[in-house]
């Protein structure tokens, strides 16, 4: 099995910075792309930003120049630095992590809980 585990969603004024990280345990023997999605009510699940294994990134043109993702392959870790936060961004933010399992070595794609970020104004 493979666990996704965010942390450092919050309440934060417009204008303010958060960070958000999501650890991957479990059976891992490589993880290959992860990333940070958006959902807002009434809205659709949305790409914020990916990340490869070659450290490769990718933004949604919304976020681009404010949101930064990198990843600690040590410590099997994705973030998301969150810059000049807008109210449009307030959403729950999901990790997702394409992770090759040790025990089948086959990949699949797994979820976090998500977290929720509420940007005020």
């Known amino acids: 099995q493979v666990q996704l585990v965010e942390s450092g969603g919050g309440l934060v004024q417009a204008g303010g910075s958060l960070r958000l990280s999501c650890a991957v345990s479990?059976?891992?023997?490589?993880?290959?792309?992860m990333g940070w999605y958006r959902q807002a009510p009434g809205k659709q699940r949305e790409l914020v930003a990916e990340i490869t294994s070659r450290d490769r990134t990718n933004y949604a043109d919304s976020v681009k120049g404010r949101f930064t993702i990198s990843r600690d392959n040590a410590k099997n870790t994705v973030y998301l630095q969150m810059n000049s936060l807008k109210r449009e961004d307030t959403a729950v933010y999901y990790c997702?992590?394409?992770?090759?399992?040790?025990?089948?070595?086959?990949?699949?794609?797994?979820w976090g809980q998500g977290t929720q970020v509420t940007v005020s104004s």
């Open positions: 997702n992590a394409a992770v090759i399992q040790r025990t089948t070595w086959s990949w699949g794609d797994y």
């Open positions: 479990g059976s891992i023997l490589s993880i290959k792309a």
